[in-house]
């Protein structure tokens, strides 16, 4: 079983930073990709950032300039920076890492929230 725990959120103001973290129980590698997902209330959960194994990496059009994901293979870790954070940025940012096409696992979450 893959666990994966999610740290870095809180509560910042218009234009500040966070840095996400979500850290795996194995080998990053062994996913073909890693991904950073947000749920605003109401709303449906949507992709933030992913990067493949390969390192290709893909934005969301709302978050491209201002976030950027990376990892850390010796630590088994993948990072969300988020910079010039808005109101709109609101939500639990879920980290995803895909096995293989159908087989997900998901961290449990954690808040961000920006006060205007």
């Known amino acids: 079983q893959v666990q994966l725990v999610e740290s870095g959120g809180g509560l910042v103001q218009a234009g500040g930073s966070l840095r996400l973290s979500c850290a795996a129980s194995?080998?990053?590698?062994?996913?073909?990709?890693m991904g950073w997902y947000r749920q605003a209330p109401g709303q449906q959960r949507e992709l933030v950032a992913s990067v493949t194994r390969s390192g290709n990496t893909d934005y969301a059009d709302s978050v491209k300039g201002r976030f950027t994901i990376s990892r850390d293979t010796a630590k088994n870790t993948v990072y969300l920076q988020m910079n010039s954070l808005k109101p709109e940025d609101i939500a639990v940012y879920y980290c995803?890492?895909?096995?293989?096409?159908?087989?997900?696992?998901w961290g449990q979450g954690t808040q961000v929230t920006v006060s205007s």
């Open positions: 194995r080998n990053i590698f062994s996913f073909v990709a």
């Open positions: 995803r890492a895909r096995q293989i096409p159908g087989v997900d696992y």
